[in-house]
């Protein structure tokens, strides 16, 4: 075992000791540290933009983008926000000790099966230093110790936000190992955390596919896999065009550079010369390239062909593979064949396409006549996400506190043997 | 590639193919389907039985114990025994279409979260050629494709078995692929399964504790751990004494061969002096085989020294560790610390220590005056179940239909967009 092994496994030793205490914590005690820990970080936001400023100006000797350095810039207002944030999680429902089922047994046995933290989750993630804070944040509200392994870029950042985050527990009941940031930034010590099972309980990795790649192969430790996603709009022979254009426009450009945006969008022949003039026209004047197959490339010149990457591409950017299909059942297959399962859309007004649409397509979001860009945890009312599962086991879709939970069966007698 | 991984690559193809015709079936045809392998089994009874000698010659050749043979075997009237199981299993509420959440956003999007299948799950298992039957009927009920991969020794029985399977749904919509065998019984076949990602699902091993580690090691298949059962009994210092001898007795001795046996009894020391010396003939009586630790030894001649490998053994058999405790907490300790975490149980009349068992306790299932035995699927009311899960992700304790199922996200709008 090697130094970074070994202090990766103290680590998580230490927050499997936390997630037993945590556990049975009430929500006044957890929602009071969220609290102290949100005042934590604006009083001591100085020291934080400090250690940011040097994490910012090595990412500028690397000549990292100005997007990325945006993304992990700090400021005072900024660290406000975050702070915020937290005392929003704050007020959420804790979903520890909800009671899913219950029921008392013929032989009286009564019966309850109830919300319990999973334990130790492991968040391995990207640039952004807030998500080292909201991270923490959700991990505590739902009982659970948080092991937090950021990007080498934010290193610094995350040290002293995770050194805040601890000062504030120590004044609580919560204890401060259950908050920790996984030691070393290399790539030894993420391979570590990944083979930390019997100890870490989830690994949710936040950030783009190859990272999610990585730790979904590697990983001996439970993976929740998020975040990619590979979205199709199928404009359906029976749509509403207008609503059509505006639902493909906004799913393509409203924010192209998160998951839930549109990458692919496929047309039904019989309506591809009514709707495809006026929908490239559109996104041409909004910047986006469109990369068609050999039934788009006809309406506009400005279109790039689209080989068979573009359908497995997530671009992220203002692209947008096109293509025309013969049928409902043919976009179907399409989807099964190129999707990351995250979100598809349907515009249509009929009836039985949209119901036959849903009931085939196998994706974590299915939108009828909506954009694509709704999944979301804000969205969807549950007040705030961790990421957005596009697995099938446990948690599908976006995960907010509840499904940072387990259960538990808690079977109650009076002397009752079989 | 060799041919075995590309035999097996294939038939999860094809199970894949047959996932996503079976999933939107409704529960008609997925029942009508349940009561025609039903009735094939009962007429095609003698071939099963003729095929299941074979394994039984075999098994006797190569000197297996009788209890084993015992269990490998099937004869007409077991034949129609597994047949009603399948029925009860057509009887059960189907869990794809229920829709678990449903509101309409701000907004006015219409949000629903619905059941579906997982798509393909994969079964390993050992010696008994009814989970073949079992396993199946339960995948087909919730909308799954099974890929079942039984022991070498019922290899015979398990192939006739699926024939048998696969022609009752040659009448039906069910596609017959819904239901297939993993070709070969070697290890290789094995592992062929358990790289399969992208194509399984997920992975459920039922069997012993080997077997279910060896999977969760190898598996790149997302795994649900079943079955291992270190099970404790805690007789509080404030327990009723005649309800705790029963308790003890009925965890151990009802049917000592199932994961939810108790391995290990752990006596509070203020009753120690009252509850061994009754508790400990009892056993004796009842054939168990006691290890005991230093204070447990001195009330009987008969207790064998514990060693440290006590507190691990999941035995399955008619020998139980027995440990004298300082405190309820002294319980808890031990039991984190050995524990597999299937089921614990307290005996007690006291509210508060009740209470901090099972908020402290973090198993699938915590008895609070009720024997062990009780964590089970036909007990809880869930009507049948694939396996006791042992971990927190996705499922926990008894794993019913619901458990076999993921869910979708349907947003019905009008041309929203964000």
């Given at each position: 075992?090697?130094?970074?092994?070994?202090?990766?496994?103290?680590?998580?030793?230490?927050?499997?000791?936390?997630?037993?205490?945590?556990?049975?914590?009430?929500?006044?005690?957890?929602?009071?540290?969220?609290?102290?820990?949100?005042?934590?970080?604006?009083?001591?936001?100085?020291?934080?933009?400090?250690?940011?400023?040097?994490?910012?100006?090595?990412?500028?000797?690397?000549?990292?983008?100005?997007?990325?350095?945006?993304?992990?810039?700090?400021?005072?207002?900024?660290?406000?926000?975050?702070?915020?944030?937290?005392?929003?999680?704050?007020?959420?429902?804790?979903?520890?000790?909800?009671?899913?089922?219950?029921?008392?047994?013929?032989?009286?046995?009564?019966?309850?099966?109830?919300?319990?933290?999973?334990?130790?989750?492991?968040?391995?993630?990207?640039?952004?230093?807030?998500?080292?804070?909201?991270?923490?944040?959700?991990?505590?509200?739902?009982?659970?110790?948080?092991?937090?392994?950021?990007?080498?870029?934010?290193?610094?950042?995350?040290?002293?936000?995770?050194?805040?985050?601890?000062?504030?527990?120590?004044?609580?009941?919560?204890?401060?190992?259950?908050?920790?940031?996984?030691?070393?930034?290399?790539?030894?010590?993420?391979?570590?955390?990944?083979?930390?099972?019997?100890?870490?309980?989830?690994?949710?990795?936040?950030?783009?596919?190859?990272?999610?790649?990585?730790?979904?192969?590697?990983?001996?430790?439970?993976?929740?896999?998020?975040?990619e996603g590979n979205c199709h709009?199928?404009?359906?022979?029976?749509?509403?065009?207008?609503?059509?254009?505006?639902?493909?426009?906004?799913?393509?450009?409203?924010?192209?550079?998160?998951?839930?945006?549109?990458e692919t969008?496929l047309?039904?022949?019989?309506?591809?010369?009514?709707?495809?003039?006026?929908?490239?026209?559109?996104?041409?004047?909004?910047?986006?390239?469109?990369?068609?197959?050999?039934?788009?490339?006809?309406?506009?010149?400005?279109?790039?062909?689209?080989?068979?990457?573009?359908w497995t591409?997530e671009?992220?950017?203002?692209?947008?593979?096109?293509?025309?299909?013969?049928?409902?059942?043919?976009?179907v297959?399409h989807i099964r064949e190129y999707s990351t399962a995250h979100t598809e859309?349907?515009?249509?007004?009929?009836?039985?396409?949209?119901?036959?649409?849903?009931?085939?397509v196998d994706s974590a979001?299915v939108?009828?006549?909506?954009?694509?860009?709704?999944?979301?945890?804000?969205?969807?009312?549950?007040?705030?996400?961790?990421?957005?599962?596009t697995?099938?086991?446990?948690?599908?879709?976006?995960?907010?506190?509840?499904?940072?939970?387990?259960?538990?069966?808690?079977?109650?007698?009076?002397?009752?043997?079989?």
């Open positions: 075992m090697t130094d970074i092994e070994r202090d990766v496994r103290g680590v998580a030793e230490r927050a499997k000791d936390a997630a037993a205490d945590l556990a049975p914590l009430n929500r006044a005690v957890k929602d009071g540290a969220l609290l102290a820990a949100a005042d934590a970080l604006v009083e001591r936001a100085e020291e934080i933009v400090k250690a940011n400023a040097e994490d910012v100006a090595r990412a500028r000797e690397n000549g990292t983008s100005e997007a990325m350095i945006d993304r992990l810039t700090l400021t005072t207002e900024r660290i406000a926000a975050i702070a915020d944030a937290v005392r929003e999680v704050a007020e959420l429902p804790d979903p520890v000790g909800e009671v899913i089922r219950g029921k008392t047994l013929p032989n009286g046995l009564e019966l309850r099966q109830i919300r319990v933290p999973l334990g130790v989750i492991g968040i391995i993630y990207e640039g952004r230093p807030n998500v080292t804070v909201d991270a923490a944040a959700l991990c505590l509200k739902s009982g659970n110790a948080a092991l937090l392994r950021g990007s080498s870029s934010a290193y610094s950042s995350n040290t002293v936000i995770v050194d805040v985050l601890r000062g504030a527990l120590e004044g609580t009941e919560v204890p401060a190992d259950a908050v920790q940031l996984v030691p070393g930034a290399g790539r030894e010590s993420a391979q570590a955390l990944m083979r930390a099972r019997g100890l870490v309980d989830v690994l949710i990795p936040r950030g783009g596919g190859s990272l999610i790649q990585t730790v979904v192969n590697e990983s001996t430790v439970p993976v929740i896999e998020t975040g709009v199928y404009v359906d022979e029976a749509a509403d065009l207008d609503k059509a254009l505006a639902i493909a426009v906004n799913a393509k450009t409203q924010r192209c550079s998160v998951c839930n945006t549109a969008l047309v039904h022949a019989g309506i591809a010369e009514r709707f495809l003039p006026p929908l490239l026209t559109s996104l041409r004047d909004l910047g986006v390239t469109v990369h068609g197959d050999d039934r788009v490339r006809p309406f506009d010149d400005a279109v790039v062909p689209a080989t068979e990457a573009d591409t671009y992220l950017s203002l692209d947008l593979a096109v293509k025309v299909v013969d049928s409902l059942d043919d976009a297959a859309a349907i515009v249509t007004d009929s009836q039985s396409a949209a119901r036959r649409f849903v009931s085939r979001a939108m009828v006549n909506a954009s694509t860009r709704f999944t979301d945890g804000g969205e969807f009312g549950f007040g705030a996400e961790i990421g957005i599962s697995q099938k086991l446990h948690a599908r879709g976006p995960m907010g506190l509840p499904e940072m939970t387990s259960t538990k069966y808690v079977v109650t007698g009076d002397g009752h043997v079989r």
